[in-house]
């Protein structure tokens, strides 16, 4: 009997997945537990390993394709199939396969025909190819469809205040998907806001068709989309990948979410710069990995996160909810993009401790060899586009955290010190905050603590 191949579900919050690269090709022997596919999710990368052994005999899902999870993406038989099945035909089943999602909310009872029979029951019917289609008028309504979503769209939703009800699904049987929302949300106010056409009631028995009712007259007009912008030259066309979408789509939601400001502090590195230039080549030795300046930075966040512990928060309706454990996202720039391994409850570790689990999520991050549970829970997150020359920017919050350190590039600089010019290693640093729960004097005052730690740096390293 073949062994279906699921798309797994890597968390809570994970609602979808894209197949990236199919490891082997319809025909081949796989072995279980080798991998056999690789996804993209909104969290993290991963190889996906093979639940049994035999023969990849149907590939439903191809590359660069997102379903839900627990949905079949392949089939494994024991024994090579006599005509392999083209992937074009396996296609139509990939959706079939689908378990009903638990979280499918009921739509309203049918209400009886003056037949007798249920005049709600062919409201929204399911095609052979999977396809949902609309039976009568009533159906296409929101408020007589089902609305079938993930704990990730209801979670957008109630962030933002959506009725789902007014948002149209474009997956299987008007399932609403987060580029769905996210599409809702995009969308001009006159444009979410409008409401349909309001239709006359059906004609008496005998009588001629009526016609739609008109809009108002006192109804503005809706907005004209301008003409497309036509460019001349030569072009190429390249889809984004599924971790470039995923990045837009958060980094979209951020700015829509949280009111950022942003602050810019000058630090002096002397202290910091000459424990790392004396005591380099020994913590290598003794702890065979680099001393970096990151572990630095990580400190003196997390001194200044016990002081004002605002910044290990998240927002929750009107409520805001209070982080213990101070976990710190790391940003890695990867060639595809960017991810953010966390350093758990780095308040509880030591130079060392911070130092060795830095490089490890590093390291561990640009191989894709990252665990789920390693880009999760994060409370604060630091990023370093100092390493490529810049001095200073304003990142965007890391949704839900309420706040974001930019390190800038560290470089020697003339400043005045005891009213003469010397030369000094600076930094600039930038802390993008929520504007929402903290106000601009505590967002100085923490990074006051910040640069005080680092300026009096006495914490040895080895």
Same mark, same amino acid.
Request: hydrophobic share 45%.
């Given at each position: 009997?073949?062994?279906?191949?699921?798309?797994?579900?890597?968390?809570?919050?994970?609602?979808?997945?894209?197949?990236?690269?199919?490891?082997?090709?319809?025909?081949?022997?796989?072995?279980?537990?080798?991998?056999?596919?690789?996804?993209?999710?909104?969290?993290?990368?991963?190889?996906?390993?093979?639940?049994?052994?035999?023969?990849?005999?149907?590939?439903?899902?191809?590359?660069?394709?997102?379903?839900?999870?627990?949905?079949?993406?392949?089939?494994?038989?024991?024994?090579?199939?006599?005509?392999?099945?083209?992937?074009?035909?396996?296609?139509?089943?990939?959706?079939?396969?689908?378990?009903?999602?638990?979280?499918?909310?009921?739509?309203?009872?049918?209400?009886?025909?003056?037949?007798?029979?249920?005049?709600?029951?062919?409201?929204?019917?399911?095609?052979?190819?999977?396809?949902?289609?609309?039976?009568?008028?009533?159906?296409?309504?929101?408020?007589?469809?089902?609305?079938?979503?993930?704990?990730?769209?209801?979670?957008?939703?109630?962030?933002?205040?959506?009725?789902?009800?007014?948002?149209?699904?474009?997956?299987?049987?008007?399932?609403?998907?987060?580029?769905?929302?996210?599409?809702?949300?995009?969308?001009?106010?006159?444009?979410? #806001? &409008?409401? %349909? $056409?309001?239709? @006359? *009631? !059906? +004609?008496?028995?005998?009588?001629?068709?009526?016609?739609? =009712? /008109?809009?108002?007259? #006192? &109804?503005? %007009? $809706?907005?004209? @989309? *301008? !003409? +497309?912008?036509?460019?001349?030259?030569?072009?190429?066309? =390249? /889809?984004?990948?599924?971790?470039?979408?995923?990045?837009?789509?958060?980094?979209?939601?951020?700015?829509?979410?949280?009111?950022?400001?942003?602050?810019?502090?000058?630090?002096?590195?002397?202290?910091?710069?000459?424990?790392?230039?004396?005591?380099?080549?020994?913590?290598?030795?003794?702890?065979?990995?680099?001393?970096?300046?990151?572990?630095?930075?990580?400190?003196?966040?997390?001194?200044?996160?016990?002081?004002?512990?605002?910044?290990?928060?998240?927002?929750?309706?009107?409520?805001?909810?209070?982080?213990?454990?101070?976990?710190?996202?790391?940003?890695?720039?990867?060639?595809?993009?960017?991810?953010?391994?966390?350093?758990?409850?780095?308040?509880?570790?030591?130079?060392?401790?911070?130092?060795?689990?830095?490089?490890?999520?590093?390291?561990?991050?640009?191989?894709?060899?990252?665990?789920?549970?390693?880009?999760?829970?994060?409370?604060?997150?630091?990023?370093?586009?100092?390493?490529?020359?810049?001095?200073?920017?304003?990142?965007?919050?890391?949704?839900?955290?309420?706040?974001?350190?930019?390190?800038?590039?560290?470089?020697?600089?003339?400043?005045?010190?005891?009213?003469?010019?010397?030369?000094?290693?600076?930094?600039?640093?930038?802390?993008?905050?929520?504007?929402?729960?903290?106000?601009?004097?505590?967002?100085?005052?923490?990074?006051?603590?910040?640069?005080?730690?680092?300026?009096?740096?006495?914490?040895?390293?080895?």
């Amino acid at each position: 009997m073949p062994t279906n191949v699921i798309m797994p579900q890597m968390g809570e919050s994970i609602a979808e997945g894209t197949v990236t690269k199919w490891l082997k090709k319809l025909g081949e022997r796989v072995e279980r537990d080798e991998p056999l596919f690789e996804i993209s999710t909104d969290k993290v990368d991963a190889e996906i390993p093979s639940p049994a052994a035999g023969i990849l005999s149907k590939i439903l899902v191809t590359e660069n394709q997102t379903v839900e999870v627990n949905a079949v993406v392949a089939e494994i038989d024991g024994e090579r199939p006599s005509t392999p099945m083209p992937a074009a035909d396996t296609m139509q089943q990939a959706t079939s396969v689908r378990p009903a999602s638990p979280e499918t909310i009921a739509a309203p009872a049918p209400v009886s025909g003056s037949d007798g029979s249920d005049a709600g029951a062919s409201a929204i019917a399911l095609s052979p190819t999977g396809a949902a289609s609309v039976a009568d008028s009533a159906a296409a309504s929101p408020l007589a469809r089902t609305i079938r979503s993930s704990p990730l769209v209801r979670r957008l939703a109630k962030e933002n205040h959506v009725d789902l009800s007014l948002v149209q699904g474009t997956g299987l049987g008007g399932r609403i998907s987060k580029k769905d929302i996210l599409a809702y949300l995009a969308a001009p106010p006159a444009a979410v #806001g &409008a409401q %349909a $056409p309001v239709m @006359a *009631p !059906p +004609p008496a028995a005998g009588s001629l068709p009526a016609s739609p =009712v /008109p809009v108002p007259a #006192g &109804a503005p %007009a $809706p907005p004209v @989309a *301008p !003409p +497309p912008m036509v460019f001349a030259g030569a072009t190429q066309v =390249v /889809p984004m990948t599924p971790m470039r979408k995923q990045i837009a789509e958060r980094m979209v939601l951020s700015r829509r979410t949280s009111a950022h400001v942003t602050t810019v502090f000058e630090v002096e590195m002397t202290r910091v710069f000459d424990a790392r230039a004396q005591q380099a080549a020994e913590f290598e030795r003794r702890n065979g990995i680099k001393l970096t300046f990151t572990p630095f930075f990580v400190r003196a966040s997390v001194e200044a996160i016990k002081q004002y512990p605002i910044f290990n928060a998240s927002v929750e309706g009107d409520n805001i909810l209070y982080k213990r454990d101070v976990n710190i996202g790391i940003a890695v720039a990867l060639e595809t993009g960017l991810i953010v391994p966390v350093v758990k409850q780095a308040d509880e570790k030591n130079f060392l401790g911070l130092a060795r689990a830095v490089t490890d999520l590093a390291e561990r991050a640009r191989s894709r060899r990252l665990n789920f549970d390693e880009v999760q829970g994060g409370t604060f997150t630091i990023t370093n586009p100092g390493v490529f020359g810049s001095l200073f920017g304003t990142p965007i919050i890391n949704q839900p955290q309420v706040a974001i350190l930019g390190v800038g590039v560290i470089e020697k600089r003339a400043v005045i010190r005891n009213d003469a010019i010397a030369i000094r290693p600076m930094v600039y640093v930038a802390l993008s905050f929520d504007h929402r729960v903290i106000d601009g004097a505590v967002a100085d005052q923490f990074m006051a603590k910040i640069k005080t730690v680092l300026e009096n740096w006495s914490e040895p390293v080895l």
